[in-house]
């Protein structure tokens, strides 16, 4: 980590003075108590449990072994994976397309309106898109419903059937983050230099060649960014099914994201090992990604 | 390329260069077809994105029967509207109200912690040297980086052990820990505060602590907006936290509550006992629920669409 080139954007200027050298401990001192409880303890209790036994006895990767010999893991890890390949191409075609072209608007007052109106479903994150999404992907209340039939679907068991969760779920995760990361690339385009654009189209550049070999290119490491956070942020599924196997007339299990299954061993099967275990597997994928991506993309170096 | 794209958040003091005008560019016949599919793209991604919020707000004026029957975007009555509220409101005698508070309370305790301890902690990173700083700096932005639900089991675990769980804090304490905001703050007066200002005021003869209460503080007031925005949202919005943690339906913030009124709906879960909620109650709680955030937007909603929190956003 000792390459991270972490400066702020006044980091070019080196000459900080040596003068207050215990009065920033002062200031950081409630955050780094917060950040130790909350942060640092709980990562160090989750490995303690990870990797002992209910004797509290050192079981090395036994817990690792059993959770992942368990009927629900890999079910769990396939469901788990469809949905984040699905969810981030929709996130990466969708938002950087719907972007580029809310940029290229020529009325500044309605790309400010659509914006705002993508951005608003950002309101309902958590449970209350669930309980949207419910009603929506129910043919007999839904506005969508002669879609739906179209589809052949005319029930709400039929829309919900387990080979659909995944693509319902990053649906609803669509729905509600799409539009804030549409306003940030949106907010990264407009940082292109307007030069280079219009030297692009004096060369004779049109919409689609300023987009593919300027804007994209350009865009490159926000979308990176934008793949990295959602990529953590699904693997953590939870609300979505957890609601859904609630209200699915049985058709979802409630062990279908390992979050729930971690969730499962800690409440129903009292095995808090074996959600350890899990918690750390999730927590081990989200740390390496994080800090590969804090040392390696330069993203967080100013200049 | 200009600083403000390389950092994650370009955080800008209003004001200063906020929106750069484009040209507008003269529109010619022949690309017709270039502005209809464009225009076709927004109107689909539009209705799929405002229709679900439009029917919500519309069921909640229907009753169950019109909700089935009526067009799904017809409007129903206001005695419907009525009816479903006192429904709502029936349900464990005022529960939905009690939820409310809960969240409020939450958020709210949650938000004024953040802030105290988050706006000294970013303030101190990107203004005074001091031994761990850069240790510092770098978990933050890992631990930045982490889906807060990740630590949910642990931090249950931990709770546990102190004999916390199903007390007030054992929720608002995790949320008030949240690094974002010190990495929002830590960019904000890298780049908004010089540093001259400081070493002036120290020449001066201030204090530490005097120069941030009298040079930083006042200048703070776009990043603690900020902020407490950005917090305000993720801890109303959280749901497996609360989840685990409260076992009591009477401490539930409202997003838990949520769940708890769907499982009593018949039409989704078939074993609903006879405190049977309708379809239209669970849409007006919905409505309800999501109502603070939406005002908040709505007085937002400046600064959020004109790329001013560029890079701000975490889900």
Redesign the interface.
Known sequence: ?SS?P?T????T?RR??????????V??A???I??V???I???A??IY?AFTNAGNRFAGLSNFMAAARDFRYLPAVEHVGLYLVIWLIALVV?VT??AL??H???A?RTG?T???????????????SV??????L?P??????PFLRLLGYGT?SQVIQPGHLAILFAMIAF???????I??M???L?????DVIEAARIDGAG?WQIAQRIQIP?LR??IV?MV???F??G??L??EP??IS????GVAGRDYSL?QL??DF??QNNN?NY??A??VE??VI??V???V??TRSR????? | MPTETTAPAAVRVPGAGVARSRPRRPRRPARAAGQILPGLLLTVFGIFFVLPLIWLLLAATKTDAQLVQDNPLSFGSWHALRQNWDALTGFQGDAILLWLRNSALYAFLALVITLAVGIPAGYALAMMEFPGRRLLLITTLVVMLMPTTTLVVPLFLEINAVHLVGSLWSVVLPFSFYPFGVFLTYIYFSTALPRDLLAAARIDGCTEFGAFRRIALPLAAPIIALVGFFSFVANWTNYFLPYVMLPQSNQYPVQVGLGLLLTDVPQFNPTAGNAAVLRPELALATLVAISPVLIVFLFAQRYLISGLLAGATKE
């Not at chain 1, 900080?16 to 401990?25: K, S, V, W, Y």
């Open positions: 980590m991270a972490i702020g954007a006044a980091g200027r900080r003075a040596p003068r207050p050298l215990r009065a920033g401990h200031f950081v409630g955050y780094v917060l950040l409880a909350f942060g303890i709980p990562t209790y989750g449990f969708f397309g719907l072209v809310l290229q608007l020529p500044r400010r659509v914006r705002f109106l993508y951005y608003i479903p950002g309101a309902l994150a958590g449970a209350a309980m949207v999404w419910l009603f929506m129910d007999t209340v839904s506005p969508a419903a709400f729905w509600t983050g799409a539009g804030g990361w306003v940030v949106y907010g990264a407009n940082n292109i230099p307007l919409g350009m490491k926000w960014y990295i956070l959602a953590a942020v693997t953590q939870f609300v957890q609601l609630e209200a699915s007339l979050n971690s969730y800690a409440f808090v959600a350890a899990i918690s999730l927590l989200c740390l990604v994080a800090a991506f804090v993203f967080f170096d100013a200049d």
